[in-house]
């Protein structure tokens, strides 16, 4: 069923760039995951789809061994100059929809293929964790880093850039499905 999902599906999603590649090379790293530590983004110990409630380091490896096949879809912005911050949240919130349509149309074969996102879950203005169960699980993703995946490095391995130059900027997320 998975060899029905093609590359120009994606691409007619809007993604600018969008790859297959086997999920057997994805390289979790405990480093990666301990990044989220520094909750930057303060999502960290508030949200169910960040650490430590996603889950540790084995478990994303212990996940993505079930996965016969990924795909790296990518969102690219071209910005007047590096202050151009209207594109730049504009890209997230394409890349946002994007996602949530590609992992649409991955679930209509694999219902239960797995999205990683771009940033954390921020559906709701305040998550419901730890006190309630996450109002939407189907649509709450995950992070590609929160899993412990170094992004850079994935995407070279899809065969795409991470950086296509000065004044891009790009969202970078990846499915994995059987
Ligand atoms: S959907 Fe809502 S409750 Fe669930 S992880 Fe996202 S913000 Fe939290």
Known sequence: ????????????IGFEHAA??????????QDVRDMCNADKCSH???????PPACGS???????????????????????????????MMQAAKDHKERFNEAAKLAR?????????????CNICRKC???????????RAFTSMEAYGLYVAAECKKAGLE???GPNTLTYSSCILFN
């Open 1 to 12: 069923m998975s060899n029905e999902l093609t590359i120009e599906q994606f691409l007619a």
């Open 20 to 29: 297959f590649f086997d999920p057997a090379q994805l390289d979790f790293r």
């Open 44 to 50: 960290f110990g508030k949200n169910w789809a960040c």
């Open 57 to 87: 380091v084995e478990q994303s490896v212990e996940k993505a061994k079930k996965y016969t096949h990924a795909i790296m879809i990518q969102t690219t912005a071209r910005l007047e100059d590096s202050f151009d911050f209207e594109t």
């Open 108 to 120: 209509s074969f694999d219902p239960d293929c797995l999205p990683m996102g771009a940033g954390g």
């Open 128 to 138: 419901t964790y730890p006190d309630e169960p996450c109002r939407f699980p189907d």
């Open 162 to 164: 991470y950086n296509y």
